[in-house]
């Protein structure tokens, strides 16, 4: 229903620009257009007829299909749940999982569910704007040290002033990555637990904790994530860190970008800022304190990752970003498989999910990096 109605408002639009082409050169209809036309009106009465169908159909479905429980009548991801447990435990030959050579592929539900997840653990990800295209995905942006554009006063009959920008753009490739997690299976075999929950989380965690670290960090030659940021703010130590650049690094953001940012730094990086003291021995962060450390700095909350490098020298200890405007991931989803035999011998389950990802900062303006002196 959804892309009928997209279809027909294209369609629309395409017939108010004929109508209003003639309506502006006071003219009638060409040969050419009233076919045009005439084709356009036959699409939309169509889609309509169609859609009108089609809620007629649904209404007798809600009338003559009424759910009945005693019968068993399951929804699709009631029903794939239920058999990837059963295959997962017992292995059953009429589960409806997809098999292949010693694999077998989870279902989508299944497979959407563990990517929900990731999104929950990983605000990283979660934030920032993604892209689920595959291929080489080219984002324009405007090359912010060679933007001329202004705006200036103006008198009528007289000429503005040209100026000049330059548009660049960021290219999201996609580099293949495999995430594998092996399960016990006396664990799996277990009625204590629940098996999809389990198994969504232990995915999840994998994936999100590899995640974090290529959009934080990267790695040579592949992903480069946030780490390429421009705006950097020099410590002056090789360990140690002051509220002085706290500041300095959060005040790096313009105010535009300042609502849905972020603090990303590594545990023991957060309680160190945390026990920031004046020189009477008060908590520095003192506001914080009385909300009970609640995860927040400088009025800022702070995601705290383990993939983020701790206060080492020469390292980016301390992020402060806005995702949603800074970032751009593209992750296409290709598929989960369980893997039973490769691991027979260890009384394992593996469960492995590949992926194609990439990350890249497509507005530099929105991200910002606390750099720790050199030895």
Request: charged residues 25%; aromatic residues 6%.
């Amino acid at each position: 229903m959804k892309e009928l109605m997209e279809k027909r408002a294209e369609l629309m639009e395409q017939i108010e620009q004929l109508s209003h082409s003639v309506e502006t050169e006071k003219r009638a209809f060409t040969e050419e257009e009233n076919e045009k036309f005439d084709e356009l009106t036959k699409e939309v009465e169509s889609i309509d007829a169609t859609m009108a169908q089609l809620e007629r159909s649904q209404k007798l479905t809600k009338v003559d299909n009424k759910p009945d429980e005693a019968a068993g009548n399951d929804s699709v991801e009631e029903m794939e749940i239920r058999a990837f447990a059963e295959f997962v435990r017992n292995e059953r030959s009429d589960s409806n999982i997809t098999k292949g050579d010693n694999t077998a592929v989870i279902p989508k539900t299944i497979a959407n569910k563990i990517v929900d997840k990731i999104k929950d653990i990983s605000p990283l990800f979660r934030d920032a704007e993604k892209f689920n295209i595959k291929g080489t995905v080219s984002i324009p942006y405007v090359d912010g040290t060679n933007d001329n554009l202004t705006v200036a006063y103006a008198t009528e009959f007289t000429d503005l002033e040209a100026k000049s920008t330059k548009l660049l753009s960021v290219d999201l490739t996609g580099y293949l990555a495999g995430v594998l997690a092996k399960v016990s299976i006396s664990l799996l075999n277990s009625t204590d637990i629940d098996l999809v929950d389990f198994v969504v989380a232990k995915m999840a965690a994998a994936a999100a904790e590899f995640i974090d670290k290529e959009i934080l960090v990267g790695t040579s030659g592949k992903i480069t994530g946030a780490a390429a940021a421009t705006q950097i703010v020099l410590a002056g130590s090789t360990s140690a860190i002051t509220a002085d650049v706290l500041i300095k690094l959060k005040n790096k953001l313009k105010s535009a970008y300042q609502s849905g940012a972020y603090f990303v730094m590594h545990p023991d990086t957060f309680t160190a800022c945390q026990l920031l003291k004046d020189s009477n021995n008060r908590y520095l962060f003192n506001d914080d304190i009385v909300e009970g450390f609640s995860g927040r700095i400088l009025g800022k909350p702070v995601y705290v990752s383990d993939q983020c490098p701790a206060t080492d020298e020469d390292a980016l200890a301390v992020f402060y970003i806005n995702p949603a405007q800074a970032l751009a991931v593209k992750m296409v989803e290709d598929n989960v498989q369980i893997l039973r035999e490769k691991y027979a011998t260890q009384h394992a389950l593996g469960i492995v999910e590949w992926v194609e990802l990439d990350a890249k900062i497509q507005n530099e303006q929105a991200v910002a990096v606390l750099k720790m002196a050199a030895s």
